[in-house]
């Protein structure tokens, strides 16, 4: 029997009239480590989606990076594993041209069967961060760029990156080729369909760089008033980059260093803020006469985010990989240091009139949940403003960073100083903390327990 479109409803009757060989619907559920989980929908099925939502068990959240349940959770596992309700994000349900069979995907969120929500849900937690600027009046203009490598020869055991190749020749290059043209060309249908992709699925997807390392892209989103959707489009780009590259015969990754001696990929956020009259409360820029003269919101702000950093880690680089990006000499962030016009700092202040001035935040890399590292930026920037918290001095443009001072992030001391947070708590809400530090610790313990190649190639011969 053919569902009348009376009783659809209007996205989801618009969707499927105009995309009429569509057979099934992808539901992508982000997960603690933004790895989208779900379940296919049959065409019929879709109205009842958007009627009354779906049941979903909270598995499909509480999960570590290999989909393994994580031990010693109340939620998930012990309690039996209860169906919850996940409704669907307005505006996700669009087609996936780069599937073989017609597809279309949304984007789900988790709530409680009353209509909470479900609290390890990191769009909800990054709801309630922005709730705490509307108090204040104020809006966050976001936009965020991500930076991923192109592989090729998957099926070896170490992938190497997809560099260009030498105009008419098979030939390739030697240097990391940052800002090639030719790269680009080389790849041209490659992105082309990334740009086709993004316009279907309404991700505004904007320039198109070919980053410092060889085989590394950026692709940038463009700015947002709305942080939600900001991150519903960094983590479908994510899912569209890696969707095309498997079309296409190539791999795309954005773990943070998938390789030793080239540049890591980070998520690069950049922020400012709107008071109610639409007034970016982050300008107008300082003189030159006296260029630490920024207004007492951004500042207070770079005080927040800059004094948050070590207790923030834990989410801006939530796993065992995520750390060997933070190496000096590889435009990453090595202190808690900001300034204009400069790409070695962590929080930068891009050049731009007194309407755009803004934030980059350059901490986080590429393998974040976005809505989580979204949220520990916001909850960060909301507390040094509300707390007045003043920044140390800034890095001038053109003066050197310097070399880092102590030993370089790592895990484990990351969620330490994340379990000491009485920041986290208050915006994260206290059980989201205590079940974030429990799946990045059983992750931890599982990595750690695992005998590498390296142990062999260091230690067997020579103990």
């Keep these: 029997m053919t569902t009348k479109r009376a009783d659809v409803p209007p996205e989801a009757a618009d969707f499927l009239a105009a995309n009429p060989d569509i057979r099934a619907v992808e539901l992508l559920l982000p997960d603690l480590n933004a790895i989208l989980r779900g379940k296919r929908l049959s065409r019929r099925e879709l109205a009842g989606l958007f009627r009354e939502g779906i049941s979903f068990p909270a598995t499909g959240i509480l999960l570590d990076s290999r989909g393994s349940l994580i031990d010693g959770l109340p939620h998930g596992s012990d309690d039996g594993d209860p169906d919850y309700v996940c409704l669907p994000v307005a505006g996700s349900l669009a087609p996936v041209p780069w599937s073989k069979t017609p597809l279309g995907q949304c984007l789900i969120s988790m709530y409680e069967r009353d209509g909470r929500p479900y609290f390890a849900d990191a ?98 989103l463009h700015h947002e008033k709305d942080a939600l959707a900001a991150c519903d489009h960094a983590i479908l780009l ?47 820029a300082p003189a030159a006469s006296t260029p630490d003269a920024y207004p007492d919101a951004l500042r207070h702000a770079v005080g927040g985010m800059l004094a948050k950093i070590p207790e923030s880690l834990a989410i801006f680089a939530p796993n065992a990989n995520s750390y060997r990006r933070f190496r000096p000499g590889f435009f990453v962030p090595i202190a808690p240091n900001w300034g204009p016009n400069h790409r070695q700092v962590a929080l930068r202040i891009p050049t731009s009139d007194d309407a755009n001035v803004r934030l980059e935040h350059r901490v986080a890399g590429a393998d974040c949940n976005p809505y989580l590292a979204m949220a520990a930026i916001l909850a960060a920037a909301h507390a040094g403003i509300t707390g007045r918290i003043e920044p140390p001095p800034m890095i001038r443009e053109g003066e050197p960073v310097g070399l880092p001072t102590g030993p370089s992030p790592r895990w484990e001391s990351a969620l ?38 390296l142990d062999y190639e260091w230690y067997l011969g020579a103990l």
């Design 123 to 220: 769009r909800h937690v990054l709801a309630g961060v922005l709730a705490r600027f509307a108090e204040l009046g104020l809006t966050p203009v976001v936009a965020v760029e991500y930076e991923f490598y192109l592989l090729e020869d998957v099926s070896s055991e170490i992938p190497r990156p997809r560099t260009g190749r030498v105009p008419g020749s098979e030939r390739r290059p030697v240097g990391p080729r940052a800002y090639s043209l030719e790269d680009l060309h080389d790849l041209d249908s490659f992105f082309a369909q990334v740009e086709s992709a993004a316009a279907a699925q309404s991700v505004p997807a904007g320039a198109i760089v070919s980053e410092y390392g060889a085989g590394q892209f950026e692709v940038n």
């Design 238 to 284: 994510r899912r569209l980059v890696r969707g095309i590259a498997r079309q296409q015969g190539l791999a795309a990754t954005f773990m943070a260093k998938p390789f030793r001696d080239l540049d890591g990929s980070g998520m690069h956020v950049h922020f400012s803020l709107l008071d109610r009259d639409g007034r970016n409360v982050f300008g107008p």
């Design 416 to 453: 330490a100083a994340f379990d000491a947070s009485t920041l986290w708590p208050d915006y994260l809400g206290a059980e989201f903390c205590r079940v974030y530090s429990a799946a990045r610790r059983f992750e931890a313990e599982a990595y750690h327990a695992e005998v590498p190649g």
